[in-house]
């Protein structure tokens, strides 16, 4: 094999509890489930999760490294992440289309827009380059393949919990949405969401 089973063993339960611990990812498909349903909310943890494979790609192949060693390219990717997210907090005041006709294209959005808020976040570059080369044993070839491989046990536990997460919340959110006082109330709680993710962002040191 090209990961040594006993270090995928190990990977996996340490994977699982970043997976469960709370975080932008979870909070970005909770705002989500409550703005547009269970179905975006779905797509947009399988696009964050399309991002990490994509991060860890770079990670592998050493391109991640030269961007987490330049500030001003740190800077940049983080900025862009402020400003998409606060777009997205700014949608989110709009009432969604929820009816079956209107599914495809949120869902299609959703996605790309778990995909960009994903790559645009620079700390997700730092914690591929701090945690996943841990497990990597260069001696067994294929450096690039153990990255993707544990890139896809990180994608699969972060697809399968934020999107439980958004399921759930997409079934509430659903019903409340009958009702136009609480539609408009969800959608300013979903902009709040991603606006303090923004915010967050902001805030970001590269630490």
């Known amino acids: 094999m090209i990961v040594d089973p006993v270090t995928l063993l190990a990977f996996v339960p340490a994977a699982l509890a970043l997976n ?4 932008p990812d979870m909070l970005f498909c909770l705002g989500q489930g409550l ?3 269970a179905r975006p909310a779905v797509a947009a ?16 192949l050493g391109l991640s490294a030269l961007v987490a060693a330049f500030p001003v390219a740190f800077d940049v ?3 862009l992440g402020v400003c998409y997210l606060l777009y997205v907090a700014w949608m989110s005041l709009k009432l969604p289309d929820l009816s079956t006709d209107a599914a ?7 996605f790309r827009e778990g995909l960009m808020v994903n ?6 570059i730092l914690f591929v380059l701090a945690f996943v080369p841990q497990f990597v ?13 544990f890139g896809a046990v990180l994608a699969t536990g972060g697809a399968l919990i934020n999107g439980g997460i958004g399921i759930f919340a997409g079934s509430a959110g659903r019903v409340m949405m009958q009702n136009p006082l609480f539609a408009r109330w969800l959608g300013r709680i979903s902009a709040t ?15």
């Open 45 to 60: 943890s399988l696009g964050i999760s399309a991002g990490g494979l994509i991060h860890t790609a770079l990670a592998g």
């Open 77 to 79: 990717i983080r900025w």
């Open 193 to 207: 969401i991603f606006a303090g993710l923004a915010l967050r962002l902001a805030l970001l040191e590269r630490g």
């Open 20 to 23: 469960l611990t709370p975080g």
């Open 137 to 149: 044993d260069p001696t067994r070839g294929a450096v690039l393949a153990q990255f993707m491989i």
């Open 35 to 37: 703005r547009s349903g």
């Open 104 to 110: 495809a294209a949120p869902t299609l959005r959703a």
């Open 119 to 124: 790559l645009t976040n620079p700390k997700f």
